[in-house]
C-alpha cells in the first residue's frame, strides 16, 4: 500500500513538473504572443512581457470616429495572420525568436487615399472648411478605397528578442515590425506620409520595398563612403526597373509654380526642377510609386530632395501613386536647388540588378 502511494504521489510530482514546466522556453512564450496577435488580445500579449512598462494597447484608440473606423478594420484583418516559428537562437539568458508572418497589407489602400485626400484637402483648406470636415473627408475616401482595392496579403520575418527572468522566458522587446503586422502596415504608410512631409530625415536612406527604388544618397561605412558609378538615363528612354517600367516624358526650370489652389514661387538664388515621368506597374498586382523616394543629383555632385511644400501647386504631382498592372500613370514631381544647378538628374538604383542609374533632365 504504501508503494502504491509513493509511486502515486511520484506520478504526480512529475506531472505537476511538466505542466510547470510548459512555456518555459522562448519559443512557447513567443508562441503565445502570437496567438494574442491574431486576436488582438492585449491582455494575453501583455502577460509575455518582460517590462510591465512596455504595455501594448490598440494604437487607434480613442474618440475620433476615422480611428474606430481604423480600429474596426484591423479587428476584422486580424483573424487573417498567420505565423510559424522559424527558429530559437538562444545565447543564456537572451533569446532571439524568428517568425514569418502572413497578414493583410492594406498600405496601398492608405497611401492611395493619404493621397486623394492631399488633393482634396488643399481645396477645402482654402474654403475654410472645418477640422470635423475635413476628418469625415478622410473617413469618406478611406472606406471608398477599401471598396475599390483587392486587398493582398504579405511576408514579413519578424525577429522577436526574448530574455529569461526568474526561471520565465519573457518577450524583451517588441519591434515595429510586429505593430505592422498587427495594423495591416497602416501605421507604416502614415509613418511614411508623415516622413514626406518633414519627417525623420533617415527615412530618406531607406528603400521603397513596393517599388523596388532604392534612394541613392550615400553610403556611410565608418570612417570610408562607397563610390557610386552612376549610369545617366536620357530623356525619352524607357528603363524596366524591379518592378516598373519608367520614362521621363519632360523637365523643366521655373521660378514659379501655381494651380487653382496654390502658388510657390523659388526663394532668391534658386529655381524649380520640375520632372514629369511615365510609370507603369509590370507587376500582377497593385503596388505604390513614391516620388518622396528619389534624390536629384547634379554636375557638382550635390545632393537634393524634393520639395514637399511646393508639389501641392502641381496640378498632377506625384507624390504617393498607387499603380495597377500595366496601367501607365503620368504626373510630376519639383525640387528646388540653387540657380547654378546644371547636369541633373534623379537617381534609383535597379533592385534587380544593382545598378545605380541618373534619369537625366538636361
Do not use: H
Amino acid at each position: 500500500m504504501k508503494k502504491k502511494v509513493f509511486w502515486g504521489l511520484l506520478l504526480i510530482v512529475l506531472c505537476m513538473v511538466l505542466l510547470t514546466g510548459c512555456g518555459k522556453n522562448p519559443k512557447s512564450v513567443v508562441g503565445k504572443f502570437c496567438d494574442g496577435m491574431k486576436t488582438l488580445d492585449y491582455a494575453k500579449m501583455n502577460e509575455c512581457l518582460l517590462n510591465p512598462d512596455d504595455q501594448l494597447k490598440d494604437p487607434f484608440a480613442g474618440e475620433d470616429e476615422e480611428l474606430e473606423v481604423f480600429t474596426a478594420f484591423i479587428k476584422e484583418q486580424s483573424g487573417n495572420i498567420k505565423y510559424e516559428i522559424v527558429d530559437a537562437n538562444t545565447d543564456g539568458e537572451d533569446a532571439t525568436v524568428n517568425v514569418k508572418f502572413t497578414y493583410t497589407d492594406a498600405s496601398p489602400v492608405i497611401t492611395s487615399a493619404m493621397a486623394e485626400y492631399f488633393t482634396q484637402g488643399i481645396g477645402m483648406a482654402f474654403a475654410g472648411a472645418s477640422e470635423e470636415q475635413m476628418s469625415n473627408l478622410l473617413l469618406t475616401i478611406f472606406q471608398q478605397k477599401l471598396q475599390e482595392t483587392t486587398l493582398s496579403t504579405t511576408d514579413s520575418t519578424v525577429a522577436i528578442k526574448c530574455k529569461k527572468s526568474d526561471g520565465d522566458w519573457k518577450v524583451a522587446e517588441v519591434s515595429d515590425d510586429v505593430a505592422n503586422v498587427m495594423t495591416c502596415n497602416i501605421l507604416k504608410a502614415f509613418e511614411r506620409v508623415g516622413d514626406s512631409f518633414g519627417g525623420d530625415s533617415s527615412s530618406s536612406t531607406e528603400s521603397s520595398s513596393s517599388s523596388d527604388i532604392t534612394v541613392v544618397n550615400e553610403t556611410d561605412k565608418g570612417d570610408e563612403e562607397e563610390e557610386i558609378v552612376y549610369t545617366d538615363i536620357p530623356m525619352g528612354q524607357e528603363v524596366q526597373l524591379a518592378t516598373i517600367k519608367l520614362t521621363v516624358l519632360d523637365c523643366k526650370e521655373t521660378d514659379k509654380l501655381t494651380n487653382d489652389y496654390s502658388e510657390s514661387v523659388a526663394p532668391e538664388g534658386s529655381k524649380y526642377i520640375v520632372f514629369t515621368v511615365k510609370v507603369e506597374n509590370t507587376t500582377k498586382n497593385p503596388s505604390e510609386f513614391s516620388a518622396s523616394d528619389l534624390p536629384l543629383q547634379d554636375n557638382q555632385g550635390r545632393t537634393f530632395m524634393y520639395d514637399s511644400d511646393a508639389t501641392f501647386s502641381l496640378d498632377d504631382y506625384l507624390l504617393y501613386r498607387e499603380t495597377n498592372p500595366n496601367m501607365p500613370e503620368t504626373g510630376s514631381f519639383v525640387y528646388n536647388v540653387p540657380v547654378d544647378t546644371e547636369g541633373y538628374g534623379f537617381c534609383v538604383a535597379n533592385a534587380d540588378t544593382g545598378k545605380y542609374l541618373r534619369f537625366m533632365g538636361q
